[in-house]
């Protein structure tokens, strides 16, 4: 069973920057697509960013495209999403998620595991 466990949240100022960390166990990452998706109160979690098994290949959400960049360390078997930038409407619990697939689906639905997520909140 693949467990995550996300780290790295906290409150800053707008313009600040954070770096999340999704740490893994259960499955080496180079067997996963690893993603972040975030919740803000009274809306439905989005996606924010994907990266393919290999590392080689990336995806962002095109509100945080140029801003948020995510990368792996399989050494460490962990994800991380770097967040520069930030703005009050990047507040949001942050999820990290992976599934078996090799797709770039960025849907909720086609993941298979889920973090218990970190809070990222920015003041403005």
């Known amino acids: 069973q693949v467990q995550l466990v996300e780290s790295g949240g906290g409150l800053v100022q707008a313009g600040g920057s954070l770096r999340l960390s999704c740490a893994t166990s259960?499955?080496?990452?180079?067997?996963?697509?690893m993603a972040w998706f975030r919740q803000a109160p009274g809306k439905e979690r989005e996606f924010v960013s994907l990266?393919?098994?290999?590392?080689?290949?990336?995806d962002v959400a095109d509100s945080v495209k140029g801003r948020f960049t995510i990368s792996r360390d399989h050494a460490k078997n962990t994800v991380y999403l770097q967040m520069n930038s930030l703005k009050p409407e990047d507040t949001a619990v942050y999820y990290c998620?992976?599934?078996?697939?090799?797709?770039?689906?960025?849907?909720?639905?086609?993941?298979?595991?889920w973090g218990q997520g970190t809070q990222v909140t920015v003041s403005s």
């Open positions: 259960g499955r080496t990452i180079s067997s996963l697509t």
């Open positions: 998620a992976a599934r078996n697939s090799g797709s770039y689906n960025r849907g909720v639905d086609d993941f298979d595991f």
């Open positions: 990266i393919s098994r290999s590392g080689g290949a990336t």
